[in-house]
């Protein structure tokens, strides 16, 4: 299934449980979504977001100890994930070599505070295999 919105990506190396294995602080990172925006309403368009990646470290002293299967992305400009963008996809690379090293999972109760938003990392061995159980891929 694929269109305007909708391509496959592929999956990370699996990294058993290093925590900077194929991102690490610093990577950039780009996430798509339709969650709220700044008029306070859910996006009518898909909307992208490139930011870096945060070093644990620093995503633990916001957020108290996160462990490996998370990662934080750093807010940019004010701008950053939002209401309604759980689940959403973050990605590297373009065309057909996109790889997904997360999905959204939670951030502030006021969008674009500052505070990082906090993702699932895909790369996680617990993660991956879930997912390869679930996909069959």
Do not use: Y
Not at 84 to 91: F, K, M, N, T
């Amino acid at each position: 299934m694929q269109g305007l919105h909708v391509a496959p990506v592929a999956l990370p190396p699996n990294c058993n449980n290093d925590v900077c294995c194929n991102i690490c602080g610093g990577t950039t990172i780009v996430v798509t979504g339709w969650g709220v925006t700044e008029t306070g309403s859910t996006s009518q368009t898909l909307r992208q977001l490139t930011a870096p990646v945060m070093s644990l470290a620093e995503c633990d002293r916001i957020w108290g100890r996160m462990g490996p299967s998370f990662f934080c992305k750093a807010t940019i400009n004010g701008r950053d994930t939002c209401g309604g963008d759980s689940g959403s996809p973050l990605v590297t690379g373009t065309g057909s070599g996109r790889i997904q090293h997360g999905v959204v999972s939670f951030g502030s109760t006021v969008c674009g505070d500052g505070a990082p938003s906090v993702n699932i990392r895909i790369e996680h061995s617990i993660i991956r295999d879930w997912i390869r159980q679930l996909s069959g891929v």
